[in-house]
């Protein structure tokens, strides 16, 4: 949290707003400048931008990744009949048959919920590089059983959205500072977790000293933070996963390069960590460590 934080402070510097960071994360919430108008012209220009964010990154897949997905990928509005029930933004699998596409679901039911500057972080996490990239290509790995192809770990599949949200900043993406601020928000939001999922059920926090910190440290609005704890209460460890998953992923790249050094490629081991399907973290130590082991036997 405090290493997130200190980036953020980083970039209120580069833009020059004076104020506290909680100032910062308040002018975040309310200027106009971040959100598109809450009307069918608004929607349709989010659409409009986050389909080509989308479309903007295709073409450096193969510069990350071996094995690509054969599904397409369409970024859709939640549909009205749920909009007002349904999460701010997920992933739909295709279909087995190939009968329908991948979905990125954006819901704009209100607009105030989707800013400008999350709208990069977003697509990167539920569209590609992330869900649509691991789910859909599971569903397409000819070797595995079904249970393999579709089932899921959280700490694997929410930790490789989250890793998603950084490996583009890594290459270049969130060009606009603002968007590296939504992706540095988004992180910090699951970061979070970490603490609040920890004081809750090992150190006996109160509802009330976990809202304390959530608000303290993190720019989300009262009420989600409110909503986001009590899931937390009945949840233990859940939250916990996303950040947990990032972390090791980065852990085990890390070990890859230090060990590989000039051997070490980023396409190669993005494809041990795609190619077994969804998997216990444990299991996905062991076959890094079944790669590097021999990538540096190899002469």
């Known amino acids: 949290v405090k290493r997130i934080q200190e980036e953020m402070r ?9 104020g506290s960071l909680a100032e910062f994360f308040e002018h975040l919430r309310t200027h106009p400048r971040f959100f598109y108008p809450n009307t069918p012209e608004g ?23 071996i094995t690509l997905p054969r599904a397409p990928l369409v970024v859709k509005a939640v549909e009205s009949y749920r909009e007002q029930s349904a999460g701010k933004a997920f992933y ?9 596409p991948g979905h990125y679901y954006a819901n704009l039911y209100d607009m105030n919920s989707m800013p400008r500057y999350q709208m990069e972080a977003l697509a990167y996490h539920e569209a590609i590089p992330g869900h649509h990239m691991q789910i859909s290509l599971a569903q397409e790995l000819p070797d595995l059983p079904k249970f393999r192809r579709l089932g899921g770990f959280t700490a694997y599949v929410e930790g490789w959205g989250l890793y998603c949200e950084l490996l583009p900043k890594e290459h270049g993406f969130y ?10 928000n988004l992180e910090l939001f699951r970061a979070a977790r970490l603490v609040v999922d920890t004081g809750i059920h090992a150190k006996g926090w109160s509802e009330q000293q976990a809202l304390d910190f959530y608000s303290a440290n993190s720019p ?3 009420g989600k933070i409110r909503s986001e704890i009590r899931r937390y209460f009945v949840m233990p460890g859940q939250a916990t996963a996303y950040k947990v998953g990032m972390l090791e992923i980065l852990r085990l790249r890390e070990r890859a390069r230090e060990q590989l050094g000039k051997r070490f490629d980023l396409r190669e081991f993005h494809e041990v960590v795609l190619t077994h399907g969804a998997v216990p973290l444990k299991i996905l ?6 790669y590097i082991t021999r990538k540096a036997g190899q002469r």
């Open 10 to 18: 980083q970039i209120q510097q580069r833009v020059e707003f004076s």
């Open 43 to 65: 929607k349709a220009a989010y659409l409009r931008d986050a389909t080509a964010v989308v479309d903007a990154i295709r073409p450096r897949l193969k510069d990350w990744f």
């Open 92 to 100: 739909e699998a295709p279909a087995l048959d190939g009968s329908r």
């Open 175 to 184: 060009q606009d500072v603002y968007s590296d601020f939504g992706r540095l």
């Open 220 to 222: 989300q609005p009262l």
């Open 285 to 290: 130590e062991e076959l890094v460590g079944e």
